[in-house]
């Protein structure tokens, strides 16, 4: 009987320990070990999450390809309409680049004539949109050109055929001083022109010329 108590002793004895030592360790777990894991499987979750580095890259690919696209707009070489007539082989208008030059637009025309006067023409000029560059001819009275010459013509300049003046005739393509003293002489002797296409009439005026100026003119 002493054995039996005492065996039950030992019995009870360990189980209380154990019970000791399970309270022990738990008590000594760290209560937001949990949650401190959880975080961060939450964070390493967002950083290896392969959408969102996908949406982050996009996004910075499509911010620097905007900032590229503005420092080309701002610093690109951009188109100009320029407008070349005088003593050049193929009068006309003509469309460069904004970092060219009056020599290049003279050399879009074909060039100078043998009578052309180059003595007054700025060849290193920069080119801009809608210039006017004229070409006399040597021995051409230029006075009432001076105010034409390498100026710009604006788009929506039209010439009104029964008051413009020698200098305004002059600014329509393929009309030199002599054409645009003829225009004057017919409208002198004939009246007001009454419609553009009389522009015809003119002697030295045919259909290409006057295809070429018909959007540029009016017959008020």
Wanted: net charge negative; proline share 3%; aromatic share 6%.
């Amino acid at each position: 009987m002493d054995q039996i108590r005492y065996l039950k002793e030992i019995s009870i004895g360990i189980l209380v320990m154990g019970i000791f030592f399970i309270g022990y360790f738990g008590m000594s777990r760290d209560p937001d070990e949990g949650e401190n894991m959880e975080d961060t499987v939450t964070l390493e979750t967002l950083i290896d999450d392969p959408s969102q580095t996908t949406e982050d890259e996009e996004g910075g690919d499509d911010a620097k390809l905007l900032h590229q696209e503005e420092n080309s707009q701002e610093g690109g070489i951009l188109t100009v309409v320029v407008d070349v007539k005088g003593a050049v082989k193929y009068p006309g208008v003509f469309s460069l680049d904004s970092d060219q030059r009056v020599i290049d637009a003279v050399e879009a025309a074909g060039g100078l004539t043998e009578d052309a006067d180059s003595k007054g023409i700025n060849f290193a000029q920069l080119l801009e949109d809608e210039m006017y560059i004229y070409i006399p001819e040597t021995g051409e009275d230029t006075t009432q050109l001076s105010d034409i010459i390498e100026r710009n013509l604006s788009k929506e300049t039209v010439i009104d055929l029964n008051s413009a003046d020698e200098t305004e005739l002059l600014q329509l393509d393929g009309i030199g001083p002599s054409r645009a003293a003829d225009i004057i002489k017919y409208r002198e002797t004939n009246g007001p022109f009454k419609s553009v296409e009389e522009l015809k009439n003119v002697t030295g005026i045919g259909d290409k010329t006057f295809e070429r100026i018909k959007e540029e003119i009016k017959a008020n």
